[in-house]
């Protein structure tokens, strides 16, 4: 086998490891809320007082999440990514055997703690394990794994629970994480973690999160998970309302916009590593899916278009992701990468856990086309946002 393909080969282990445990983050996410009517009957508590565990379980991912990327710098990638993953795992595992609602709270937010460090140790673990040329299709692997993660977690978890019961669900699941966490360090010759010398050169730099591009990111993310958060949180019953769907097609048409969402995201990675212009590649596809969600909105075409555009919109969203990551790593100091995806992608858990509130109030007013409208409107704010970020931070390769 030539140099090249040992090469090749190495990286290829090295993304579908990384992946895999990207996969589990997602679907620990989603581990518990389709097991809520089991568990409420069987603990005694309230359907409020399960989704406050899910509350706390992101507000600890959004709280740590940047110390933890300082940490990955400091002292490297792959260490904490495999006792992240063992603390998320072994969490989970133990909310199946919570016999009341605060056992449930407290091995949520430490499943919450564990989570912090998938994103700061993914992308700094990626960098240093996949060269430049193909780190866009590296990328695109890495965020395909996530949407699988929440394809898969509802599938999972509802069979596990009517074959036994939701507690042998959760441990079921739990116990995928902390197996995963011991085979990683078998390939630790596979995911590099060479990055020692400049993580001396920037780590501990608090002011770099203050740069106007790394701040410019952090928006992009709060905007792009703001506008994600209207589609998978309100379209359904936006359709239901706007085009007289059934909850059964409106469901369907989500589907079909994630799954085509998966498409995108897997062309996408190889649009990243042959473009010259991320930033370009950004500004279209978001410019052309608020187009398309503009139409959805209006109410004026035809349903059977109305549905090709929102499933477009699904596939601009995806081309986006491989670009957007590569972006912002070829802007990013170097020994800063878990740092700068730390806090950047922090905003997600902003966008996500603040842009419902406005969705719900648009829809008591009586106006489910404005799910569509805000939608659009930030998803064009975001294109403003990538031109500003196009200036590299101080220190960057660029």
Same mark, same amino acid.
């Given at each position: 086998m030539t140099a090249a393909a040992t090469t090749v080969?190495?990286?290829?282990?090295?993304?579908?490891?990384i992946s895999a445990a990207h996969f589990l983050s997602h679907f620990y996410q989603l581990a518990l809320p389709p097991l809520f009517? !089991?568990?409420?009957? *069987?603990?005694? /508590?309230?359907?409020?007082? !399960?989704?406050? /565990?899910?509350?706390?379980?992101?507000?600890? /991912?959004?709280?740590?999440? /940047?110390p933890i990327g300082f940490l990955v710098d400091r002292i490297g990638a792959r260490g904490v990514l495999i006792a992240g993953l063992a603390v998320n795992a072994a969490a989970i595992s133990a909310a199946g055997l919570a016999e009341s609602y605060w056992a449930m709270m407290a091995a949520m937010m430490a499943a919450g703690v564990g989570n912090a460090v998938f994103h700061p140790a993914d992308f700094a673990l990626l960098s240093s394990s996949v060269d430049d040329r193909r780190l866009g299709r590296a990328f695109s692997v890495h965020s395909l794994s996530g949407s699988l993660g929440f394809a898969a977690a509802p599938v999972f978890m509802l069979f596990m629970a009517s074959v036994w019961d939701w507690r042998t669900a959760l441990i079921a699941a739990g116990a995928a994480g902390l197996a995963l966490a011991c085979v990683l360090p078998a390939f630790s010759g596979a995911i590099r *973690?060479?990055? +020692?010398?400049?993580?001396?050169?920037?780590?501990g730099d608090w002011t770099l999160l203050l740069d106007r591009t790394i701040l410019s990111f952090f928006g992009f993310y709060a905007l792009s998970a703001a506008a994600g958060?209207?589609?998978?949180?309100?379209?359904?019953?936006?359709?239901? +309302?706007?085009?007289?769907?059934s909850p059964e097609l409106a469901g369907g048409i989500l589907t079909a916009f994630y799954l085509l969402t998966g498409l995108g995201v897997a062309a996408g990675g190889y649009i990243a590593d042959r473009s010259h212009r991320p930033d370009a590649v950004l500004g279209i596809c978001y410019a052309a899916a608020a187009c398309a969600l503009i139409a959805v909105a209006t109410g004026a075409l035809a349903f059977w278009l109305v549905v090709a555009a929102f499933c477009l919109a699904g596939v601009f969203r995806g081309i986006v992701n491989p670009s957007r990551d590569v972006l912002l790593k070829r802007l990013t100091p170097a020994g800063a990468v878990g740092t700068v995806f730390g806090f950047v992608t922090t905003g997600f858990n902003v966008g996500l856990g603040t842009a419902p509130v406005l969705y719900?109030?648009?829809?008591? !007013?009586?106006?489910? *086309?404005a799910v569509f409208w805000i939608a659009a409107g930030f998803t064009v704010l975001t294109i403003g946002i990538v031109f500003a970020?196009?200036?590299?931070?101080?220190?960057?390769? *660029?």
């Open positions: 080969r190495r990286e290829v282990e090295a993304v579908g490891l009517i !089991l568990i409420r009957d *069987d603990i005694g /508590t309230s359907f409020l007082a !399960l989704g406050s /565990t899910v509350a706390a379980y992101n507000i600890a /991912t959004a709280v740590l999440q /940047t *973690d060479n990055r +020692a010398r400049e993580r001396k050169q920037r780590s958060a209207g589609i998978s949180g309100f379209s359904v019953v936006a359709f239901i +309302a706007i085009y007289g769907a719900g109030w648009v829809m008591d !007013l009586g106006r489910p *086309d970020a196009r200036r590299p931070v101080a220190g960057s390769a *660029d």
